[in-house]
């Protein structure tokens, strides 16, 4: 059984950042795919970034501004965040699968444990 936690929100200017992180407890962690979603208040949850099959994968709302990366050895995933704006107001949430479906990297379908989520907001 899976467990991610995210931790790292909080409310930020525009054009400031923050680092999220994702601590992963049991599965197979090294070998998963990882990705960040977010959901806004009254929409759909959205892609964010992602990695899987050795490529990293940036929702193009974000891309040049948000960087994924892990740290295998203690099992967690970040989301640095730079040159925020309004618009990225969310909650965050990581995401992993152990499987490799179908379905594409930016699906919320393809992941199989989700953590909690962490709120970020960013002030005008």
């Known amino acids: 059984q899976v467990q991610l936690v995210e931790s790292g929100g909080g409310l930020v200017q525009s054009g400031g950042s923050l680092r999220l992180s994702c601590a992963a407890s049991?599965?197979?962690?090294?070998?998963?795919?990882v990705a960040w979603f977010r959901q806004a208040p009254g929409k759909e949850r959205e892609f964010v970034a992602g990695?899987?099959?050795?490529?990293?994968f940036y929702a193009d709302s974000v891309k040049g501004r948000f960087t994924i990366s892990r740290d295998n050895a203690k099992n967690t995933v970040y989301l640095q965040m730079n040159s925020l704006k309004p618009e990225d107001t969310a909650v965050y949430c990581c995401?992993?699968?152990?499987?490799?479906?179908?379905?594409?990297?930016?699906?919320?379908?393809?992941?199989?444990?989700w953590g909690q989520g962490t709120q970020v907001t960013v002030s005008s």
């Open positions: 995401a992993t699968t152990s499987a490799r479906p179908y379905y594409s990297v930016d699906a919320p379908q393809r992941y199989r444990y």
């Open positions: 049991g599965g197979t962690f090294s070998t998963d795919d």
């Open positions: 990695n899987s099959g050795g490529g990293t």
